[in-house]
């Protein structure tokens, strides 16, 4: 069986997620090919398309989100994704038995929720977000009416988690602020979908954005528990490697396997983008012996294909700025292509006035 290096999957990853170099694709078909994008910051999956497609201006996607095109809702790890409709409807059913795990699993909700009839509870959400589309803190507000002797807060997460909702907008829209108002996915998008799926055609769409990967890489991704019986059905439709660790990898047939030697361009990546969260092992994407604790989740720059350093945005005054703080000694070249790139995002995040990128010392 091949053996793939380290670098190999770093060049696999980068090509697959569209960072080798900026692709033309509009925004919808980028935003699929990656199988979405992570939003819990609601200006990272503008970032993530600068980063990855040519020409990309943010009033595509802002446009989308509006037209009801692309929508916000939590899916893979219980987090928040922006996907388009079509994939909503695709990704959710296949993920309805891991959110109820999730619930009662992973949170003290469900625990607070023991003996309550949790088809009742849904329903009567799905019925209060359909009347009036609303926040959390309102749908608590609500449903504390009907059973006051429950946890409110408890309850309005079993809905969240029970029940496929979508953020409606201005929220995640370019340059808008408002806090995150739900309704029920079917009613936003005009159109039904099955209680459950098989997440069999997920987990292929994830080998193709982030593959060859383990069957823990799988899980990581999609938190499913039940991640090696899938990739186990699906062993006949895939081809198998080793990493250098001697691990099994799994791969869509034809998935992009670039020469370990191709070049990798500068690139800013948002909060949480998912370059760095879809495997167990980071260590394709993080430089080596890089101490991973409290990097996880920050917006990166990666440098030859791997995380170099991380970044924030920020205002001194009038003046706007990248601040980069490097993770490793950089060379003169690096801090020159950072600082190009750089300039490029600043005029996305501030364009109305002169930025500056700034490196402060290791």
């Known amino acids: 069986m091949e053996v793939l290096t380290r670098r190999q999957l770093n060049r696999a990853l980068l090509e697959r997620q569209l960072l080798l170099h900026r692709w033309h694709l509009s925004a919808s078909d980028a935003v699929e090919r990656l199988v979405g994008l992570q939003a819990q910051v609601p200006s990272s999956p503008y970032i ?56 009662h699993v992973a949170t003290p909700f469900g625990r607070n929720l023991v003996g309550m009839d949790l088809g009742e509870l849904a329903a009567t959400g799905r019925k209060l977000l359909d009347e009036r589309p609303m926040p959390l803190a309102q749908l608590r507000s609500a449903l504390a009416e009907r059973w006051p002797e429950r946890d409110p807060i408890s309850m309005a997460y079993g809905v969240a988690f029970l029940v496929p909702l979508v953020q409606i907008p201005p929220r995640g829209m370019w340059g808008a602020s408002n806090r995150a108002t739900l309704t029920p996915l079917e009613s936003w998008l005009g159109q039904s979908l099955p209680a459950e799926a098989p997440p069999d055609e997920m987990l292929m769409r994830y080998l193709a954005a982030f593959g060859p990967s383990t069957v823990a890489d799988v899980r990581a991704w999609s938190g499913l528990r039940g991640a090696k019986e899938v990739v186990e059905r699906l062993r006949p439709q895939l081809r198998t490697f080793r990493d250098e660790r001697g691990r099994e990898l799994f791969d869509v047939v034809g998935g992009s396997l670039p020469d370990p030697d191709t070049r990798a361009p500068v690139r800013f990546l948002p909060d949480y983008d998912n370059v760095l969260l879809g495997h167990e092992d980071r260590g394709r994407i993080f430089e080596g012996g890089a101490n991973l604790a409290g990097l996880i989740g920050q917006p990166a ?32 070249d690096e801090e020159a292509l950072i600082g190009e790139e750089g300039a490029g995002l600043l005029g996305v995040l501030a364009p109305s006035a002169p930025g500056a990128v700034r490196f402060r010392p290791r």
Not at 306 to 322: H, S, Y
């Open 48 to 103: 993530a398309l600068w980063s990855r497609v040519e020409g990309f201006q943010t009033d595509e996607l802002s446009a989308m989100v509006r037209d009801r095109k692309a929508v916000r809702m939590t899916l893979m790890r219980a987090t928040l994704h922006l996907v388009t409709g079509r994939d909503a409807l695709a990704l959710r059913p296949a993920l309805g038995s891991f959110l109820w795990n999730a619930l």
């Open 301 to 332: 720059v990666l440098v030859d294909g791997f995380v170099a350093a991380t970044w924030r945005f920020k205002r001194e005054g009038d003046e706007p700025r990248l601040v980069v703080h490097p993770l490793r000694t950089l060379n003169g």
